[in-house]
């Protein structure tokens, strides 16, 4: 029997000149960027939580706490390589990720062929196993003012039993 599990992953961080845009594991050029205890990456954010929901570990703050210096300006692929070992630890591999990420600009598909390789690699699947899609919102509330972005991220795992 294939014990099969869903996660689902949600992330948002204020957007702030004078900080980097870091976006699934790449930095993307902007006059904007992602404020956050560490390297603000919101996609890759998001995918930690749904794979840690999936495998019923709780969530991010609960093992990479905000307040907690040594993660200060950490770089996310090192929280998702994390989250990965812990979900591996309980005999669970990725099958998926979908994902979108609400940003009004910069416009994020160009990037997108090179975060799927990227997250890919960290999750130990092929790229064409993570989708990401990218959406404005168009020009309404805190995300379409440029004043925030957001990520929602899916995910299958399984455990052979």
Known sequence: ????????????????????L???????ESDLGAVGHS??????????DALLGAANLRDIGFHFSDTDP???????????TNVVELIHKKGY?????????ILEKPK???HIPEMQEIIAKILQVESD????KATTHEKVDSFGERKAIKAYAACLIFRPD
């Open 1 to 20: 029997m294939l014990n099969l599990r869903i996660g689902y992953g949600v992330d948002v961080h204020q957007l702030a000149e004078n900080y980097t």
């Open 39 to 48: 390297d603000a990456d919101v996609l890759l954010h998001a995918i930690c």
């Open 93 to 101: 591999k990725v099958i998926n990720i979908d994902s979108t990420v």
């Open 22 to 28: 870091f976006i699934g594991g790449k930095k993307i």
């Open 129 to 132: 196993a993570v989708s990401i």
């Open 70 to 80: 040594k993660f200060k300006g950490i770089d996310s692929k090192i929280l998702l």
């Open 108 to 110: 994020l598909n160009p």
